[in-house]
């Protein structure tokens, strides 16, 4: 687990809380990395998480849909992005670190800051992304600026933050996406089924990005 010298002074552990809220939400790469960083977290240490804004129904990825199942807490989400950081403080678990999505905009007092920098092509292909999206982003670059440290998924985005939004490189660290154990037990029938069912022939691309 994770220990503070303060926390053990008093016999506790470092408590983190991470905000769920693209769990809610049709999305892709996101989603999949947190719902699966968040499985791999609890397994390593279960008794030093706690979440904000997670679903009931998280067990499993459904990229179709979502939001509609969680109107509630969409609307919670709406609501407490429009009122300040102590209204937000008050139902958010308590915590030493709290680490924040792109969707979340007020954020506890008290806890450390953290988010995952994921890519920048807001900036670097605007071309390819609605208003909405890089509005959003640009929003979510002045939480990058605050925050006391972030999560890169790769060299790459973490040269492109330091070069594009100037964040200082001490606060990044680089820690790559992990691949799920699910992944690597797919049988050869499995696989068999799966091209016919799609009707692919070799040779054949595998493109598992979105369009962006």
């Not at 609501?79 to 403080?89: E, H, I, K, P």
């Not at 973490?158 to 680089?174: H, Q």
């Not at 050869?188 to 691309?205: G, K, T």
Request: hydrophobic share 40%.
């Amino acid at each position: 687990g994770w220990h503070s010298p303060a926390g053990k002074a008093r016999g506790r552990s470092l408590k983190v809380c991470i905000d769920c809220s693209p769990l809610l939400v049709r999305s892709a790469g996101v989603k999949t990395y947190l719902h699966h960083w968040l499985k791999a977290l609890r397994g390593c240490s279960p008794d030093s998480i706690a979440t904000f804004l997670e679903p009931r129904d998280n067990q499993h990825l459904d990229h179709a849909g979502g939001a509609k199942r969680h109107f509630l807490r969409l609307a919670a989400l709406w609501a407490l992005n429009r009122t300040g950081d102590r209204f937000v403080s008050r139902f958010v678990p308590e915590s030493s670190v709290f680490h924040v999505s792109n969707l979340l905009r007020r954020f506890p007092r008290g806890p450390k800051l953290s988010a995952t920098v994921h890519d920048l092509t807001t900036w670097l292909v605007p071309q390819f992304h609605t208003p909405v999206q890089r509005s959003a982003d640009e929003a979510f670059a002045g939480v990058l600026r605050s925050a006391d440290g972030l999560i890169c998924v790769s060299g790459n985005s973490r040269r492109d933050a330091e070069r594009i939004l100037r964040l200082d490189p001490r606060r990044m660290t680089v820690i790559y996406p992990g691949v799920p154990g699910s992944y690597f037990n797919v049988t050869p029938e499995e696989s068999e089924a799966a091209a016919r069912a799609l009707s692919l022939r070799n040779p054949y691309f595998l493109f598992v990005s979105t369009i962006e």
